[in-house]
């Protein structure tokens, strides 16, 4: 979803960050192979992960909503070198493609996936974050962000992705879209809760940065 005109649009993207080779070829691998391509997050999106994580210089970062890899591989770019990256998706059969681009990238060592519900996933893992990245099933956006918030370090960043839903949060919500529903609730969550500072931008289909206090 674009918010700007599309020549706009294709301006900024032009004078932005060029997304690495690897990525390309996941990119590609992606549309060719894999249901649903449009999950991927795109060039522009992926190198705004990449700027926050090499800015923020996480030690520990957890993603929840791994897909094919493309945007644990974005936020590795600012682990530090002792770092660790943990990401969870529930699709078992997207995990031969996470692993192959894993090990071609440099950071195959450092990133840990988990599959299964990250629900259930998540209150295991015995770390604290500096960075957090939701990408997930829109009605637990809620869930996780409740789940992480203990575990995070204070100044820590989370990220939540989708959160304006093609602009549904401002249209009136069927009453069995539960997606959208749950967005509205957790974008006022955000806003209101005082153990963050929050700020949201129209960044494709919208992106929350969450400071943890």
Not at 10 to 20: A, D
Not at 50 to 63: A, F, Q, V
Not at 151 to 163: P, Q, Y
Not at 192 to 198: A, H, K, L, S
């Amino acid at each position: 979803m674009h918010f700007i005109p599309e020549a706009l649009d294709q301006y900024v993207v032009q004078h932005t960050e060029q997304e690495p080779e690897l990525l390309q070829q996941l990119t590609r691998e992606t549309y060719q192979k894999i249901l649903q391509p449009r999950m991927l997050s795109g060039a522009y999106q992926g190198r705004i992960l990449s700027m926050l994580s090499k800015i923020i210089r996480p030690t520990t970062i957890l993603e929840i909503g791994t897909y094919t890899g493309y945007s644990a591989l974005c936020l590795a770019e600012g682990l530090q070198a002792h770092g660790v990256l943990h990401t969870i998706d529930r699709n078992e059969e997207l995990a031969w493609i996470q692993q192959k681009y894993f090990e071609r990238s440099g950071f195959g060592h450092q990133i840990h996936s988990h599959i299964g519900d990250a629900t259930t996933i998540i209150p295991t893992l015995d770390c604290t974050f500096d960075f957090v990245f939701i990408d997930a099933d829109k009605p637990n956006y809620t869930t996780y962000f409740e789940q992480v918030i203990p575990k995070m370090n204070a100044g820590g960043i989370i990220l939540s992705d989708n959160v304006l839903w093609s602009g549904k949060v401002i249209q009136e919500i069927a009453k069995d879209d539960s997606s959208t529903q749950a967005l509205v609730a957790y974008n006022q969550l955000l806003v209101n809760d005082p153990r963050v500072e929050t700020v949201l931008l129209p960044i494709r289909d919208g992106l929350t940065i969450s400071r943890v206090l």
